[in-house]
């Protein structure tokens, strides 16, 4: 019966596509529908995950701290054999010092199950205490499916889900941007690498964000005010879009006949969402502040290592860590971020829709990640997700902030010896956005022609490719020479001011973006009312 | 012109298959790996004279001269970047980054050659059959993981192939028959495909009446001879020719490979073991051969309980009678369209029948096979069904744990990127007509609608023998994977092996019956 369904449809749409086809390389990936196709490029995507996942991952033979990978096994170890009230807590069996959970319960049950799974075939990678830098052909096997089947069970749903409310809600979208486009989203470099290469499982709390984001696509709020709350239980890093979807839900039930009757449903969704993941702790105050305490990790400082955002860039000027205390500190910081969210928040609270709530999810996630208190360089996945989720509308932004992004974990993943992966996902990404005939390859036909020489245009661009070529030869300057003596940590910083500029201009463009929408909304929603 | 544009769209597919291959670099290799860099030591370190004749390890060189040659060529880069990967003595089983990294690149930017041939076939097909053909070659499963896990340079090796092929289609025989010659200065495992070629060369390139014939005759022996004399003229000049041909040819090594290749053999081996086995409960006294086939190695004495010993002359007889009726066909009706269905039969019968066949050379006929493969349903069917078996064929080859999703997911895409671009290319293919002549818009609707009854009537659609043999294939693999360590634990360890193989032996007898079949019943 489904069959024959597509059949029909696929003749109705024959019309259409037979004047395509001529400049059509890839009808015979996208002609059986989304299903296909999306099943065709998460094979790929699959195989990819794989081979990176080949690698070595971060702090692969270097006792005794080794790195995230001895993290997560250890968090399986202590998940497995304490009783749950334990978890969180610092005993004789244990110690918070070496690698202490600082995760909320949801990556807690996670490290459980797959702690569970781990023994199952290799006891010994996840017994209490001798366990510890556990190394072997096979435990590093078995960790690496733990993160594949994450993925596959729940980052690829969630894109298709995506996808599919993305692309039948525009009709306008040809069949290979959908292609294009399942594609940018599943062979994210930085993902992958983090994921696969590094070793985390970012997988789990963005898939279960863009499931989230998916279903307020498709209008279902308390499904998405649901998935939302899990992904914040799986990893408090979640909050960056918290403010998109607070302002964008809220802007929602302000227009409805009954809203502190919408409003309330939501709250009550959350809550009751959060007293299941959290219901071990909640049986007395010590224990939940217990866990809260492990997850804000105050007292490692305003930013760590080189990351690119407004602190650690400023602080080659102004030394914040000695001018002001930590308590004061957190204070500007939270400033800082609230002040930048707001813009985007009220723009959402003013005149809610999916665009702008795209939109706003981007912005709130580049004010955290520039502004936020202890942001690390892997932060820059949570701006990169709604960017990749907007690739489609913004082509050559999105393209730019991949570069950037990838680029400003460049140092990190040189010291996990990542260095391979990191090129050939970077090519491989470059390849598929600009596939033939892709979404990618046709910027210069849909760009007017212009034959006005245009001195500010050409000023830009220009900027552009010296920035742009002078961080490629960055990549060999950083692999090929050492640093002066004075100055040991010279490329990182001036890799940090690369990235810095580019993330703040492009945070400054997406935050007009979504300023300019208001404009076109309202025009749009005269017109259909006309 | 339009070959020209649709050369950046194939390094575009090259480029995606390199991303992943060198991803790849990490993985598994077999021991050939170090038979290749040993190979690229003595090249190096060694005057042309010993080339044949050191032993400095068990992996001595026994390929011909040209592919000697070539991994000489190679030895120059890996000295600058690494002098230990050529060092005869020091470099034994050197297994540093550098070295791993050098031959891996090595065999990936080598497979540009296949990239040529692959285009100077399809330079002038229309654009989706080209599409087509580029997935099935140049994301080939099997090569990847023959050539970019298991290690070999087989893609290079098939770009001669394809690029002589190409001449041959277009007619220029002469530079067709060079290239074979070339390529079987590379390897003479190619040889199988000789006899076709020079039936094939005799009747459409030579056979022109009497002086103009026999002027042809000896401009291709010529050029032959020289191809030989360059390879070979050395060695003889070295005296060393006797010693390159005793290396070529090694005596001694078993009718099969000590995991079986798909092919006949199997047959014959399990007729002879349920012989034996009945003999034996009703009475007959038999002598079981020590040196049992599932044990690996086979030496001199009859490894056959009950069926007669096969030699290797008896397979080549077997090899010959079974092409004899592509001899006839290349003979009476030389066509050149026809010509990649006789090279890639000549393989099919050479991999059957052969002695001593490794499983890797089904890629030999899978490969040039895939030019074919769009020509009609029939074809896409068939092509369909003996890729997957071929590459399933390949799967022992990779036992670790590690490459275990690797290899089911590169089967998995090739399945799924096959079964899309086949079933697209013959639902609309089948009104290619109407689509043209339809041009104008409002002309549109009409064709598509008579043409869509004869869509569903020719789709892409795998019957349900096939699907039931596919599904078989599953088990086997569930069986061999899962079920039998668990039920049986170490006993008979042999058997998921001998069930794969026997298994897709059914599935590659079906395949030569289909060619057999194909190639007779063309006019």
Redesign the interface.
């Known amino acids: 019966m489904g069959k024959k369904k597509e059949k029909k449809k696929i003749n109705e749409k024959v019309d259409v596509e037979a004047v395509e086809i001529e400049d059509d390389t890839w009808w015979w990936l996208t002609h059986k529908g989304i299903g296909a196709t999306f099943l065709c490029i998460s094979v790929f995507a699959l195989l990819v995950r794989v081979a990176v996942s080949l690698h070595p991952y971060s702090g692969a033979g270097s006792p005794p701290k080794f790195g995230d990978y001895e993290a997560q096994r250890h968090w399986m170890e202590i998940t497995l054999n304490l009783p749950v009230l334990e978890w969180y807590r610092n005993s004789t069996s244990n110690d918070l010092s070496y690698w202490g959970l600082d995760y909320p319960p949801l990556t807690a049950y996670q490290s459980y199950f797959h702690g569970l799974f781990l023994r199952f075939f290799d006891p010994d990678s996840v017994s209490l205490f001798t366990s510890r830098g556990y190394e072997t052909y096979v435990g590093k096997l078995l960790m690496r499916w733990t993160v594949l089947s994450s993925d596959t069970l729940i980052f690829f749903p969630a894109i298709f889900y995506f996808a599919f409310v993305y692309h039948s809600s525009c009709h306008s979208s040809r069949k290979n941007d959908c292609a294009w486009h399942i594609a940018m989203l599943l062979l994210n470099p930085c993902l992958i690498l983090i994921d696969h290469g590094h070793f985390q499982y970012n997988c789990i709390s963005l898939g279960l964000t863009v499931a989230a984001i998916a279903a307020i696509l498709s209008q279902r709020e308390l499904l998405a005010s649901c998935l939302f709350t899990l992904a914040l239980s799986h990893k408090q890093m979640s909050v960056y879009y918290a403010p998109a979807f607070f302002s964008h839900l809220l802007g929602k039930c302000l227009r409805r006949k009954n809203p502190i009757h919408g409003v309330a449903k939501l709250g009550l969704t959350v809550l009751g969402t959060f007293t299941v993941v959290w219901w071990p702790y909640l049986h007395s105050t010590d224990a939940l502040l217990g866990v809260l305490s492990r997850l804000a990790p105050f007292e490692r400082g305003i930013y760590e290592d080189y990351v690119a955002n407004f602190w650690c860039t400023s602080s080659v000027i102004i030394k914040w860590k000695r001018l002001f205390s930590v308590h004061s500190l957190k204070f500007i910081s939270l400033t800082a971020t609230v002040l930048t969210c707001l813009p985007s928040m009220v723009q959402q609270v003013m005149a809610p829709s999916s665009r702008g709530f795209l939109y706003g999810l981007l912005n709130s996630s580049f004010a955290f990640y520039l502004f936020s208190f202890q942001v690390h360089e892997k932060s820059i996945l949570l701006p990169l997700l709604p960017a990749s989720l907007l690739a489609l509308e913004e082509r050559r932004p999105f393209k730019w902030l991949m570069f950037y992004g990838l680029f400003s974990m460049f140092p990190l993943l040189c010291r996990d010896k990542l260095v391979l992966p990191y090129f050939a996902l970077h090519a491989l990404f470059m390849l598929l956005y600009l596939a033939p005939c892709g979404h990618g390859a046709r910027p210069r036909n849909a760009r007017p022609n212009n034959t006005k020489f245009d001195y500010f245009d050409s000023f830009k661009t220009f900027m552009n490719g010296f920035i742009y070529l002078s961080s490629l030869i960055l990549h060999i300057v950083y692999l090929t020479m050492h640093p002066p003596e004075k100055f040991p940590y010279l490329f990182e910083a001036i890799i940090m001011l690369i990235c810095f500029y580019q993330f703040a201009v492009f945070a400054f463009y997406t935050n007009v973006k979504q300023w300019s929408l208001l404009d076109h909304s309202t025009t749009d929603e005269e017109k259909k009312l006309i | 012109m339009e070959s020209s544009s649709s050369t950046?769209?194939l390094l575009?597919f090259f480029?995606?298959a390199a991303?992943?291959k060198?991803?790849?670099?990490?993985?598994y290799y077999s021991t050939d790996f170090e038979v290749h860099r040993h190979w690229l030591a003595l090249t190096h370190s060694l005057p042309l004279s010993n080339w044949y004749a050191d032993e400095t390890s068990p992996w001595t060189l026994d390929y011909p001269p040209f592919f000697a040659c070539f991994e000489r060529f190679l030895s120059i880069f890996a000295h600058y970047i690494d002098p230990q990967i050529v060092d005869l003595h020091n470099g034994l089983n050197y297994r540093a980054n550098s070295a791993i990294y050098f031959l891996r690149i090595s065999v990936i930017l080598s497979d540009l050659w296949l990239l040529y041939g692959v285009y100077r076939l399809t330079k002038n097909a229309d654009v989706?059959r080209r599409?087509?053909i580029w997935v099935l070659i140049v994301w080939s499963p099997a090569l990847v993981i023959v050539d970019h896990l298991h290690f070999q340079y087989n893609g290079f090796l098939l770009g001669w192939l394809l690029l002589s092929i190409s001449f041959l289609q277009e007619g220029k025989d002469l530079m067709g028959g060079f290239l074979f010659a070339v390529l079987l200065c590379f390897k003479h495992l190619f040889a199988v495909a000789a006899p076709v070629y020079f039936v094939y060369l005799l009747r459409h390139y030579c056979w022109k009446g009497l002086v103009r014939g026999f002027s042809r005759l000896s401009v291709l022996g010529a050029v032959v001879v020289a191809v030989f004399a360059a390879a070979y003229g050395p060695f003889l000049y070295h005296g060393q020719i006797q010693q390159v041909f005793n290396r070529m040819f090694p005596f001694g090594r078993g009718l099969c490979h000590a995991y079986w290749a798909p092919n006949f053999w199997v047959f014959y081996i399990i007729l002879d073991k349920v012989f034996s086995f009945f003999l034996k409960k009703f009475g007959f006294s038999i002598q079981i051969p020590a040196a049992s086939f599932t044990g690996g190695l086979v030496g001199d004495s009859s490894p056959f309980a009950v069926l007669p010993k096969i030699s290797p002359s008896t397979t080549l007889i077997m090899v010959l009678l079974a092409l004899s009726p592509c001899f006839i066909k290349a003979w009476t009706n030389p066509q050149p369209r026809m010509v990649a269905r006789w090279i890639a039969y000549a393989y099919t019968c050479g991999f059957l029948f052969g002695w001593h066949v490794h499983e890797k050379a089904s890629l030999h006929f899978v490969i040039p096979l895939a030019i074919v493969a769009v020509q009609s349903l029939e074809d896409a069917k068939h092509y369909f069904m003996l890729s997957i078996v071929s590459c399933y064929s390949l799967f022992p080859l990779l036992y670790e744990?590690?490459e275990y999703?690797?290899k089911v997911?590169?089967l998995?895409?090739h399945s799924?990127?096959m079964w899309?671009?086949f079933?697209?290319?013959f639902t609309?293919a089948s009104a290619p007509n109407t689509?043209v002549t339809?041009k104008k818009?409002g002309a549109?609707?009409k064709s598509?609608?008579s043409s869509?009854p004869a869509a569903?009537k020719g789709g892409f659609t795998i019957g349900w023998v096939g699907k039931s043999y596919l599904l078989g294939l599953l088990l086997v693999e569930i069986w061999g994977q899962f079920l039998h360590p668990y039920l049986l634990g170490d006993k008979f360890p042999f058997v998921p092996l001998m069930l794969i193989s026997t298994y897709c032996a059914f599935g590659i007898m079906y395949s030569w019956i289909w060619q057999l079949r194909c190639i007779i019943s063309t006019a």
């Open positions: 950046p769209q575009w480029a995606i991303c992943v060198l991803l790849l670099i990490p993985a989706k599409y087509l744990a590690q999703p690797i997911l590169l998995l895409l799924i990127l899309l671009g079933s697209t290319k609309r689509t339809a818009k549109q609707s598509i609608e869509s569903e």
